[in-house]
């Protein structure tokens, strides 16, 4: 009896222990696991940047982050890529501002400068795709879980060489991931 109190005093001390671990960097606000080139270059210039809002400077000094899957292509039609980059929340917020970062108008050796961005999102989602932006932002209803909204408006962006902008070429609220309705099964002879 007192090798197996014992024992489990042995197994509980580690477990203890990492579960403590665990809860701190909760409460650190996430992983620390270093930020890659890109993510720090991103972050440091939005940082830097005025027209970034002071709510997204404050998300990323305090737990928010650039999120590390970007896209990249040609939205500017200057033959050069361009950078899609989001910011996360760090929580169940998910992305809460997109940027599209470029050099166009530029020598092609220039830094990269924000030609677009949306600062007031919440889990978003975006991609370059054919020349355009597509971001998707979730709508929910009354007992939506976060998993599962129940639309999601989808909007598309193309670069307008005279204005030197991306401008909304179409919009549209489909369905969102909330499942199959539910099927009955037919009643079975009894």
């Known amino acids: 009896m007192r090798a197996m109190r014992r024992l489990r005093i042995v197994l509980a ?3 203890a222990l990492a579960l403590g671990a665990g809860a701190a960097l909760l409460l650190a606000g996430g992983s620390t696991a270093k930020p ?3 993510q720090a270059l991103f972050g440091k ?4 940047d005025a027209k970034t809002t002071s709510s997204v400077k404050r998300l990323l000094r305090e737990g928010g ?9 040609d939205v500017t039609g200057d033959g050069r890529s361009d950078a899609l980059v989001l910011v996360d929340s760090g929580g169940a917020a998910g992305a809460v501002a997109l940027y599209i970062f470029s050099t ?5 050796d ?6 677009y961005r949306s600062q007031g999102l919440y889990r978003a989602s975006a991609e370059i795709s054919a020349g355009t932006l597509i971001t998707q932002v979730p709508t929910f209803g009354k007992g939506d879980d976060l998993c599962c909204p129940a639309k999601v408006i989808e909007r598309v962006y193309a670069w307008s060489s005279n204005a030197k902008e991306l401008r909304l070429r179409s919009s549209r ?14 009643a079975q002879p009894g």
């Open 13 to 15: 001390a580690p477990l």
């Open 36 to 38: 890659s080139a890109s």
């Open 45 to 48: 210039t939005l940082l830097d």
């Open 65 to 73: 982050f650039v999120a590390p899957a970007m896209d990249f292509g």
């Open 104 to 108: 166009n108008g530029k020598a092609a």
């Open 110 to 115: 220039s830094s990269l400068r924000v030609v």
């Open 173 to 186: 609220e489909r369905d969102g991931p909330k499942g199959a309705p539910a099927t009955t099964a037919p």
